[in-house]
């Protein structure tokens, strides 16, 4: 199929070059061009322009920061809904707001282009084998259609239900995984205080009914040191800001949700955008003047 992805971020190249790898005909663009060296050696065609990833395409990818970056990219001065011909599809795969992509799904519909929203969950690293999940909303029948290429990219490919219903669990799921992650760093830290060798409290917590994902994947990088999760600060303050937007619309109130956030200002301030998000434990680090550190972990984690 000939497809144009658009955002090659941490992510967004790991998914292209699986697209690539499976003989797509792709056609890939970035603001950063160093980052489709990648995709060109793998045969994939640059596009000078997003322009040039849309025209012409059957299916266009786009895997962006933000929904501001989204927006500007689909609808704003040269946008790509459009480039885009009637009968082609847009698969929207950013963390996005759910209600964003339905107002941007009844324009691609009104264009008579198919939409389908596909945000990763699993970890960055896992993208580099394919080895994630990813939550599909849209209509059921363009999700079966397009589910073999999806499935590409992803083990395991969930259908949540209509447009934005997958940018709802996406935005749960991560607001769970900053939540973890405060409180993981909460949990070592009691275990080095408490002098209990952190290698071992990290065995024990992982055999435990504490366990989580973010405690298997992201304790080993604190542990290590080097914290790089492949995901950073200025991304987890704006998915829990969609987590608010959420609780804010529909009248739930988010305690820890709310601390969380807050949390996560503070480390933003501290630390900067582009910080990885794992550096949130720094703060705890700092305030209780004990780095936590033990032998054997990796710098960054396996794909």
């Known amino acids: 199929m000939?497809?144009?992805f658009i955002g090659l971020g941490n992510v967004g190249q790991s998914l292209a070059a699986n697209l690539a790898r499976a003989g797509h005909e792709l056609t890939v663009n970035d603001l950063d061009r160093s980052r489709g060296e990648l995709l060109l050696d793998l045969g994939a065609d640059?596009?000078?322009?997003?322009?040039?990833?849309?025209?012409?395409?059957?299916?266009?990818?786009?895997?962006?920061?933000?929904?501001?970056?989204?927006?500007?990219?689909?609808?704003?001065?040269?946008?790509?809904?459009?480039?885009?011909?009637?009968?082609?599809?847009?698969?929207?795969?950013?963390?996005?707001?759910?209600?964003?992509?339905?107002?941007?799904?009844?324009?691609?519909?009104?264009?008579?282009?198919?939409?389908?929203?596909?945000?990763?969950?699993?970890g960055c690293h896992r993208a580099k084998s394919g080895d994630i999940s990813i939550l599909v909303g849209g209509d059921e029948d363009l999700f079966e259609r397009f589910k073999p290429i999806i499935q590409v990219m992803g083990v395991e490919v969930?259908?949540?239900?209509?447009?934005g219903a997958a940018s709802v669990v996406k935005v749960i799921?991560?607001?769970?995984?900053?939540?973890?992650?405060?409180?993981?760093?909460?949990?070592?830290?009691?275990?080095?205080?408490?002098?209990?060798?952190?290698?071992?409290?990290?065995?024990?917590?992982?055999?435990?009914?504490?366990?989580?994902?973010?405690?298997?994947t992201e304790s080993q990088v604190i542990l290590s040191g080097t914290y790089n999760i492949g995901f950073t600060m200025d991304l987890a303050?704006?998915?829990?800001?969609?987590a608010q937007k959420l609780?804010?619309?529909?009248?739930?109130?988010?305690?820890?949700?709310?601390?969380?956030?807050?949390i996560f200002d503070v480390g933003r301030e501290t630390y900067g955008d582009?910080?990885?998000?794992?550096?949130?434990?720094?703060?705890?680090?700092?305030?209780?003047?004990?780095?936590?550190?033990?032998?054997?972990f990796p710098d960054e984690l396996e794909a």
């Open 173 to 216: 799921t991560n607001l769970l995984a900053f939540i973890h992650l405060v409180g993981v760093g909460e949990g070592l830290m009691l275990a080095a205080k408490a002098g209990v060798d952190l290698g071992k409290a990290f065995e024990g917590i992982r055999a435990s009914s504490g366990n989580s994902f973010v405690h298997e």
């Open 2 to 4: 000939k497809i144009g």
């Open 237 to 242: 303050c704006k998915d829990l800001g969609l």
């Open 46 to 122: 640059w596009g000078a322009a997003p322009a040039d990833c849309a025209d012409g395409a059957e299916l266009l990818i786009t895997s962006l920061p933000s929904p501001a970056a989204s927006r500007a990219v689909m609808e704003g001065e040269g946008g790509l809904l459009d480039i885009l011909a009637p009968g082609s599809t847009w698969i929207e795969m950013s963390t996005t707001d759910a209600d964003e992509v339905k107002r941007l799904g009844a324009t691609a519909a009104e264009r008579g282009i198919g939409i389908l929203e596909a945000p990763i969950t699993g």
């Open 247 to 262: 609780a804010s619309e529909f009248g739930v109130p988010l305690d820890l949700g709310e601390r969380t956030a807050e």
């Open 274 to 296: 582009r910080a990885w998000s794992t550096e949130i434990v720094r703060l705890l680090e700092e305030k209780a003047g004990k780095d936590l550190r033990a032998p054997g």
């Open 158 to 163: 969930l259908h949540m239900g209509p447009l």
